[in-house]
Structure formats: C-alpha cells, structure tokens
C-alpha cells in the first residue's frame, strides 16, 4: 500500500519554482524531454532532479554519453551537491575496438555496432542498478548513431518501453546540435520541457523557459524567466494575478503631509497603485517617501526597489529631510534594494516584489522609477503587461503600490517614455513652472479610481523643513505648460 501510495505522488524537481510551472512536479513512470541549446542549464536541472531524488533515498542512473563523470561531479559539486551512495553516474563511449581501424568490420557499417552497443550497455546498467530516476545525455548523440529519423524514431521508442517496464522515471536531454526541426521525441514523450537562452544588446544573458506538453496534466503554460545560480537553477514563474484574492481592510492611507492628504480626500487607498508622474528632480522619489516613512510610523513595513539612484545617495539625501532610512532598514520595517536591470530578468524580479508582500507581509511598495524597469524588458508591450499583472497582484493582495515615472523634459510639453496611467489607480503629476524670476513646482491629481480628489494645482516645494505642499495655485493661468501667466483680478482691470 506504501508503494502504491508514493508511486502515485508527484516526484519534486528539486529545482525552485519548476514544480509550480508543472503543476507540483512530474507524475512518476514516464519519459520526459528536456532540451535547448548548449548553455541553457539542462544538465545543472537533471542533476539537481537527481540530487533530490537522493534526498529522498531514491536510486538514481545518469547516463552521459557526451560528458565525463569527472566533469559532472564537478559540476555538481559546484552547486554544492552530493550523491551519496543513491547515484550512479554512467559513462557510455564506443567500445576500444571501434576506435581501433585495425578492428573496424568492413561488411557492417560501425554505426550499426555502436548503436547496438550503446543501447546494450544502457540497458545493463539499468539491470545493474535498478534506478528509480534516469538521466539520459544527451539525445543528439544516439541521433547521430541512427543516422536516420525512421531508425532513430524506433531506438527512443525502444527505451521508452523499456523504462516503462521497469517504472523508472526518465529526463531525456537534447541539446539540439544535430537537427533543430527534429520533433521525433516530442510525440513519444510524455512531458516536453524547452529551455531558451538570449543575449541582449547589453547586460548578461536571459534564460527562459516553457512547458510544450504534459499529458493529463494542468500547467502553466507560456514563458518562465529562470536563472542559473551558485546553488542551482531558480525558475521564476510568470504572474497570473488572477485567483490571488485575499481578504484585507481598505483603509485610507494618509502621507503625513496635511495638505498632500487634502488633495487626496485623505490619502490612498490599501490594495491601489499610485502613479507619481515629473520630471527629473522633480521630488518624485521623495513623495513616494512620504507614503513609506507614513507607513513605517504606524508600525508597518514598506519595500522600496531602486533601478536609478544609489542607495548610499539616497540615505544620505533624506536625513537632512528627517528621514532616517538606514535606521527603518536596521530595524527590520525597510526593505531597500537596489535594482541592476541589466543583471535582472523581469520575472526575477516580479517575483522579488512579490515575496516582500507575500512572504514578509509588507503592504507598502515602491518602485523607484519604471524608467529603470523598462530598461529590463525587451518591448514596451510585454512591460505593459508584467506591469499590468504584477499591479493586479499587489492590489488584490492588499498592499500600497507607488510607482514613479520621469517624464522626458523639463518645462513645457513632456512625454513619458511608457503610459501607464490607465493601469494606475491614482495618478499624482509635478511639474516645473516659472514665476517670479524662479523654478518653481506644482502638483496635481489627476485621476483617483477609489475615491474624491481636489481638482486643483497647489505649489510643492522641498526644503530644510522636509516636503510641503502650499496653497492652491488660483491666481496663475497654464502652469501645467511651464510658462504660466499671472491672472489679474477683475476689479483691478476694472479701474
């Protein structure tokens, strides 16, 4: 009963978010594809699938047919793993007779022999060792051997019966050097995992992969940001807000700025994002600040992601405002990151964001700036919808997002490098205008989806004493253009 109970159950990857993408692992007693090209991480997974397998005193064969043991090993034992007694690593080359010309039959063709030989010798290793888990590396090899689809088709055929009979659950490895169109062992296996590694224009390498088949089985299906690290492969699993509801209290959230919260009817809202929209210096970083160090004084904690401004500077740069960062951050209620977005997929670091919330429960994000974030991505569109899914997460998990946005120019007509104010719940714009021989700034809201708002332009200006927003703009005309004119009063006109 034991048996049959355990034989039922999922078998674990060992690799860190691939089981989710597989919907809880890969059902024991079939035959499993892994391929992509050289490079892409197929040996570090089946090794760490095999790794686990230990863990759980499960007999495990790795057949390399391209690989040395000594180099496996190696390998392994540069992410920290070790066998143990539970497997045995396999290396199939053709016999000494086959290398030697003196030997070489001249009526059979020597790939008959080393095809015939290689299959025998994997066969009596399986007998041998009577492994529950099975590595086979790599395909391309036995294709070469075949030399022939139909001959080829036949051979994979063979061992997938033949591990079938002895319930061993198999990785193929294909690292696609022989014919990439090949789809032969697609419609023999039962499950069709593809790896794929692109280099940018700048920046290190980005890896992904994607699920092609499972038969009678749920998964998550498009592309999976994965990467390759000292203790293994960390696959990051694409965003589906969807199903991610929980109960939480939408309270109104206050900034600590009085007239800040009057322009907001009190504040925002828990479970809402909030766009802040300006230009560079414009005092976006700071507004977002003040929603953070608000919430860390009503004993929450808050998480704040840099891609642009180092946090060293940052530090240093709110203390004369009255914020102590590095003081929130060694007591445990700031999280503070700084973003590399050329070292960073974006999978990587949706999935950072959301574990801060999930894991940590913190309510409070801020991303500092998207501009940064969209160096990350490859298009605009696909960061319209990571933004769109990842937003969609954190509301309906309650917390407070603030993204901020600098927009292209200075003073008048000002363009931001990628619109997200219809996915936005509240957007908050600062502009430059002159007056009075000075820069100065304004701030609006321009759109709230979960309350009131004024309508109004106030003056906002950062100073010794910290930000302060000043009293409504009425007696100037176009200061969202830059270049405002003063109004004169009717009765003064008048006279």
């Known amino acids: ?67 040395t043991e000594v180099e496996l090993r190696a390998s392994a034992d540069a992410h920290g793993w070790h066998f143990g007694d539970y497997t045995t690593i396999m290396e199939v080359v053709p016999p000494e007779s086959l290398l030697d010309a003196a030997h070489q039959q001249s009526l059979l063709y020597s790939s008959d022999l080393e095809l015939g030989e290689t299959t025998r010798r994997i066969f009596d290793a399986v007998e041998r060792v009577k492994p529950e888990l099975v590595v086979l590396d790599s395909l391309s090899e036995l294709r070469l051997l075949a030399q022939g689809s139909l001959r080829y088709r036949r051979q994979i055929l063979s061992l997938k019966h033949y591990f079938a009979r002895h319930g061993a659950t198999v990785l193929m490895l294909d690292d696609l050097t022989t014919d990439v169109n090949d789809k032969t062992v697609h419609s023999v296996a039962h499950g069709v995992i593809t790896l794929e590694q692109r280099a940018p224009d700048y920046g290190a390498e980005r890896r992904r992969l994607r699920v092609l088949k499972y038969r009678g089985q749920a998964f998550r299906g498009g592309y999976h940001d994965f990467a390759i690290k000292a203790d293994g492969v960390h696959v990051y699993p694409r965003l589906v807000a969807a199903g991610k509801y929980s109960e939480f209290d939408r309270n109104t959230l206050p900034s600590g700025v009085p007239k800040l919260d009057k322009l907001l009817d009190g504040g925002i809202d828990s479970g ?31 998480a704040l992601f840099l891609f642009e401004e180092e946090i060293g500077l940052l530090i240093k740069r709110m203390k004369p405002l009255g914020i102590d960062l590095q003081a929130m951050r060694d007591s445990g209620h700031l999280y503070l990151e700084q973003i590399d977005a050329a070292e960073l997929s974006p999978g990587e670091f949706a999935h950072r964001v959301c574990a801060c919330v999930d894991i940590h429960g913190i309510k409070t994000v801020v991303i500092d ?123 003064t006109a008048a006279s």
Request: overall charge neutral; glycine content about 12%; proline content about 3%.
């Open 1 to 67: 009963m034991a048996d049959t109970e355990k034989s039922s159950q999922h078998l674990h990857t060992g690799v860190a978010g691939l089981d989710h993408v597989l919907g809880g692992g890969l059902a024991p007693g079939h035959v499993y594809l892994v391929e992509g090209e050289p490079g892409t991480g197929k040996t570090t997974i089946a090794m760490r699938f095999l790794h686990e397998g230990a863990t759980q005193q499960r007999r495990g064969l790795y057949i390399t047919l391209s690989e």
């Open 272 to 302: 809402s994002s909030t766009l802040i929209l300006g230009p560079a210096g414009g005092g976006k970083s700071t507004l977002a600040m003040m929603f953070a160090t608000a919430a860390i004084a009503r004993g929450e904690k808050a």
């Open 369 to 491: 700036s998207m501009n940064g974030y969209q160096a990350a991505m490859t298009d605009e569109n696909q960061l319209i919808l990571h933004m769109h899914e990842l937003l969609q997460y954190l509301n309906r998990r309650g917390a407070a997002t603030f993204l901020t946005v600098a927009q292209r120019g200075l003073i008048g007509e000002m363009k931001s490098p990628v619109d997200l104010t219809y996915l936005a719940d509240t957007v908050i714009l600062i502009r430059y205008f002159e007056a009075m021989g000075e820069v100065r700034r304004a701030i609006s809201i321009l759109k709230k989806r979960t309350g009131g708002h004024e309508s109004t332009l106030r003056e906002f200006a950062i100073g010794a004493q910290g930000l302060s927003v000043g009293e409504v703009l009425s007696n100037f005309h176009g200061v969202l253009l830059g270049t405002p004119t003063k109004l004169v009063p009717d009765d």
